[in-house]
C-alpha cells in the first residue's frame, strides 16, 4: 500500500517538482538565446535603392593585372608664368588580365590626351614637391580609367619623369 504522506512533505515535494521543470525552461530558453545570437546565421539585409546590390556586383568583379602597354613620351608645357617650363613624362597603362594589347593600342589616344589635360594644368612647384609623383600617378590613373569607361586599364605607370 502507498504511504500517506503529511502536508508539509506534499508542499516540499511540489516545490521540488516545479524548481526542476524551472530549471528545464530555463536553459531551453538559455540555450535558444545563445544560438540565436551567436550561432545562427544572420539574416540578410535588405537593399536600400539597389545600393547593396551595385556594391555586390562590384565585390564580385576582381579583375588581376595583367600586360603593360607603354605609351609614347609625352611633353608638356607647365602653367608657370615667370618662366618657361616643361614635363617630359613616360606613361604605361596596366591593363586588365585577359585584356590584349592590340585591343587597347588604336584606344590609347585617349589615354594621351587625358595625360596631356591633366598635366598642362599642373606647374614647377606643385611637381616638385615630395609625394607629387604619387598623386599624378594617382590622378592619371583615375583620369584614364575614366576615359577607358572603367573598362580594360587597372592603372598607370610613370617610366619618365623629367621637368625643365
Known amino acids: 500500500m502507498a504511504k500517506k504522506k503529511n502536508k508539509g512533505e506534499e508542499d516540499e515535494e511540489e516545490k521540488k517538482g516545479r524548481g526542476g521543470k524551472l530549471k528545464i525552461v530555463v536553459g531551453v530558453v538559455a540555450a535558444a538565446a545563445i544560438y540565436n545570437f551567436l550561432i545562427a546565421p544572420s539574416p540578410e539585409p535588405e537593399s536600400v535603392d539597389g545600393e547593396e546590390a551595385a556594391v555586390e556586383e562590384a565585390a564580385e568583379r576582381v579583375v588581376e593585372e595583367g600586360l603593360i602597354l607603354p605609351l609614347d613620351e609625352i611633353v ?3 602653367t608657370d608664368a615667370d618662366a618657361n617650363r616643361y614635363l617630359r613624362v613616360g606613361i604605361a597603362l596596366v591593363l586588365e588580365e585577359g585584356v590584349a594589347v592590340e585591343a587597347v593600342e588604336p584606344e590609347s589616344p ?11 594644368s599642373q606647374s614647377f612647384e606643385t611637381l616638385r614637391q ?3 609623383k604619387t ?8 583620369l584614364i580609367r575614366e576615359a577607358f569607361e572603367d573598362e580594360m586599364v587597372m592603372r598607370v605607370l610613370l617610366t619618365t619623369f623629367v621637368m625643365q
Open 76 to 78: 608638356v608645357n607647365l
Open 110 to 120: 585617349r589615354a594621351i590626351d587625358a595625360a596631356i589635360d591633366y598635366l598642362s
Open 130 to 132: 615630395p609625394g607629387s
Open 135 to 142: 598623386v599624378v600617378r594617382n590622378e592619371l590613373s583615375t
